[in-house]
Nanobody, 120 residues
């Protein structure tokens, strides 16, 4: 089993910053891609940022230049540094981690979500 624990959400004024963290634990053999998604009320869940094991990243156009995803492989943790936050960034943010429990047995797990609210 894999457990993901997210932290770092909260209320911030427009222009402010927040840093989200997501730590994975359990019988993990390896972690491949790690990502952050968000879902605003009345909207579908969307990809915010993703990082591969080698460090390659991709971002949603709406957050490029403002958000930075990073990972600490030794700690099985992924981070999302969010700067210059806008009210439209308000959403529940979820981490997603893909990896393997043993060679050949893949898993894909979601965090419980952390709320980010940006006031204007």
């Amino acid at each position: 089993q894999v457990q993901l624990v997210e932290s770092g959400g909260g209320l911030v004024q427009a222009g402010g910053s927040l840093r989200l963290s997501c730590a994975a634990s359990g019988s993990i053999f390896s972690i491949n891609a790690m990502g952050w998604y968000r879902q605003a009320p009345g909207h579908e869940r969307e990809l915010v940022a993703r990082i591969t094991r080698s460090g390659s990243t991709n971002y949603a156009d709406s957050v490029k230049g403002r958000f930075t995803i990073s990972r600490d492989n030794a700690k099985n943790t992924v981070y999302l540094q969010m700067n210059s936050l806008k009210p439209e960034d308000t959403a529940d943010y979820y981490c997603k981690i893909d990896g393997s429990l043993i060679p050949g047995k893949q898993f894909s797990s979601w965090g419980q979500g952390t709320q980010v609210t940006v006031s204007s």
